[in-house]
Structure formats: structure tokens, C-alpha cells
Nanobody, 124 residues
Framework: QVQLVESGGGLVQAGGSLRLSCAAS????????MGWFRQAPGKEREFIAA????????YYADSVKGRFTISRDNTKNTVYLQMNSLKPEDTAVYYC?????????????????WGQGTQVTVSS
């Protein structure tokens, strides 16, 4: 069982940066692939980024590639999402998720545990 708590969301102007954190409980955090998703009002939840359990592989949606960076610190049971050059269309609730899989999922149903989400609002 893994519990996930996101933090770091807020209001930022276009072009600004935010770093989201996702703290996980449980002693087996290091064996989970971790992902970030977001859901904008009136839209479906979409994949943003993911990282393998051993840091070897990262994956990004085309919409954020080159602007967002996912990373993890297994000693702190935490995964991060550094978001730079933010745009108004990045406004959404951001969720982290954990998957006990060796192949990193880039789709919602591949994940076993979810956080409650943190709001990110980018003003123009």
C-alpha cells in the first residue's frame, strides 16, 4: 500500500516556474514507477511525465517536453515535477501516481495509487 500527497501547486504568471512534490508513504517506494498527470476543467485526465523505479527512464507528453522535468529521490520517498516556462494552458489539477511495474505506464489505468491532487493556475 502506498499513500501519495502532492504539494507545491499555486498561482504563477505565464513564463514562471513551479516545482511540485509528491511524498509517498510505505517502505517499497523505490520499486514503484511514478507518474504525473493533470486534469483541466472540463477535460479528461492526461499523462504528463513518468519515471522508472531505478531512474533509468523518463517519459514526457509532447505538450510538456523540454519544459517539465520529472525526478525522484528514493531516500526521501519523493518524486518531483519541475515546471518551467509555464503557459496558461498548463492550468490544471496535478496528480502523482504510483505503479508497481517494471515497464513504466504512460496511461492512467496503468497506475495503482493516486494522490489527491494539487492545483496549478497559470495567469496570462
Amino acid at each position: 500500500q502506498v499513500q501519495l500527497v502532492e504539494s507545491g501547486g499555486g498561482l504563477v504568471q505565464a513564463g514562471g516556474s513551479l516545482r511540485l512534490s509528491c511524498a509517498a508513504s510505505g517502505r517499497t517506494f523505490s520499486v514503484y514507477a511514478m507518474g504525473w498527470f493533470r486534469q483541466a476543467p472540463g477535460k479528461e485526465r492526461e499523462f504528463i511525465a513518468a519515471i522508472s523505479w531505478n531512474f533509468g527512464s523518463t517519459y514526457y507528453a509532447d505538450s510538456v517536453k523540454g519544459r517539465f522535468t520529472i525526478s525522484r529521490d528514493n531516500t526521501k520517498n519523493t518524486v518531483y515535477l519541475q515546471m518551467n516556462s509555464l503557459k496558461p494552458e498548463d492550468t490544471a489539477v496535478y496528480y502523482c501516481a504510483a505503479a508497481r511495474k517494471t515497464v513504466v505506464p504512460t496511461y492512467e489505468w496503468g497506475y495503482d495509487y493516486w494522490g489527491q491532487g494539487t492545483q496549478v493556475t497559470v495567469s496570462s
